[in-house]
């Protein structure tokens, strides 16, 4: 099936640093979604995207839509320990309601 | 109380064993989804439902069978569990604004 490339695949930053992953995908969205997974859990939603080159904020986290609306971009600014976990991108088209998700990109922070 | 909750959170069982894992939800969306997670794999789709006499297969149904018993309610049966099938498995839903919640997941182990 298809999958989302997602990068990078893990990550280690010290905290009080800035973090950016990435997503694209072969095929255009109309949505995209990022989330994050601790363990143990399920995926949390973090931020929604719904139009092309919008940027939408929620705290520390920043994500946008790409304009070719084949990627989409999350950003963490400031990172702190209890950002660690797994961050996962999804995207969907209008009318279908099924979710094509990334392999996820794994952050770990250094104190 | 979370909207989305998964029962058991963690299962071990014998390979040729019938089990059945539920989700319900409390925020009234009618479609609900059900996936497999494997490590460093993303969410992969085994059965989806956008209402209660709607139901469908997504990209591993094989080896897999689903109930919608009620708009609030979507049960994942394993038919004759084998082991490749140990993952961990999330139910999810969907309302109007195209985002997906997630419930907490349940930890299969197949001996």
């Known amino acids: 099936g298809q999958q989302l490339n997602q990068s990078p695949q893990s990550m280690f930053i010290q905290e009080g640093e800035d973090v950016s992953m990435n997503c694209t995908s072969s095929?255009?969205?109309?949505?995209w979604l990022w989330y994050k997974q601790e363990p143990g859990e399920g995926p949390v939603l973090l931020i929604a995207?719904?139009?092309?080159?919008e940027l939408t904020s929620n705290g520390r986290l920043t994500a946008q839509f790409g304009i070719t609306r084949k990627d989409s971009f999350l950003n963490i600014s400031a990172s702190i320990p209890s950002d660690v976990g797994i961050y996962f991108c999804?995207?969907?088209?209008?009318?279908?309601?099924?979710?094509?998700f990334g392999t996820g990109t794994r952050l770990k922070v250094l104190a | 109380d979370a909207d989305v909750t998964q029962t058991p959170r963690n299962r071990i069982t014998k390979t040729g064993k019938r089990i059945m894992l539920e989700c319900s939800q409390t925020?009234?969306?009618?479609?609900m989804y059900w996936y497999r997670q494997d490590p460093g794999l993303g969410l992969r789709l085994i059965y989806y439902?956008?209402?209660?006499?709607?139901?469908n297969k997504g990209e591993i149904s094989d080896g897999y069978s689903v109930s919608r018993q009620a708009q609030a309610k979507f049960s994942l049966s394993l038919e004759s569990a084998i082991p490749n099938q140990t993952a961990l498995y999330f139910c999810?839903?969907?309302?109007?604004?195209?985002?997906?919640?997630f419930g907490p997941g349940t930890r299969l182990l197949v001996l």
């Open positions: 439902s956008f209402d209660v006499k709607d139901i």
């Open positions: 999810a839903t969907s309302g109007g604004e195209e985002t997906q919640y």
């Open positions: 999804a995207g969907t088209t209008s009318g279908t309601y099924k979710y094509i």
């Open positions: 095929s255009i969205f109309n949505t």
């Open positions: 995207l719904y139009k092309a080159g």
């Open positions: 925020k009234g969306h009618d479609r």
